[in-house]
């Protein structure tokens, strides 16, 4: 069955840095587009990054821009988010997605915790 399992998550103190993990299985995973979404507590979830299957296309959220980092290894199935210079606000469970298309995500994993505290 289609699965991804986001790995990573921990605590970190503001201005720190963690690099989250995402493995995909049961799709072909070099033919979608992967996401990073984020909810924090008691918001609606949120964009963060997308990553194109093919060619260097990304897209990052305001908020992020200049301090996180989307890559992914099609060998692996594996879709990573690189956070650096973390704030209080970055807090949130993060959540990978995948979609065959631009637009609706076709697939989501279960979601791990990051919080930026000191």
């Known amino acids: 069955q289609v699965r991804l399992v986001e790995s990573g998550g921990g605590l970190v103190q503001p201005g720190g840095s963690l690099r989250l993990s995402c493995t995909a299985s049961?799709?072909?995973?070099?033919?979608?587009?992967m996401s990073w979404y984020r909810q924090p507590p008691g918001k609606e979830r949120e964009f963060v990054a997308t990553?194109?299957?093919?060619?260097?296309?990304?897209n990052y959220a305001d908020s992020v821009k200049g301090r996180f980092a989307i890559s992914r290894d099609n060998a692996r199935n594996t879709v990573y988010l690189q956070m650096n210079s973390l704030k209080p606000e970055d807090t949130a469970v993060y959540y990978c997605?995948?979609?065959?298309?631009?637009?609706?995500?076709?697939?989501w994993g279960q979601g791990t915790q990051v919080t930026v505290s000191s």
């Open positions: 049961g799709f072909t995973f070099s033919s979608y587009v």
């Open positions: 997605s995948a979609a065959r298309a631009w637009g609706k995500q076709d697939y």
């Open positions: 990553r194109a299957g093919a060619g260097l296309y990304t």
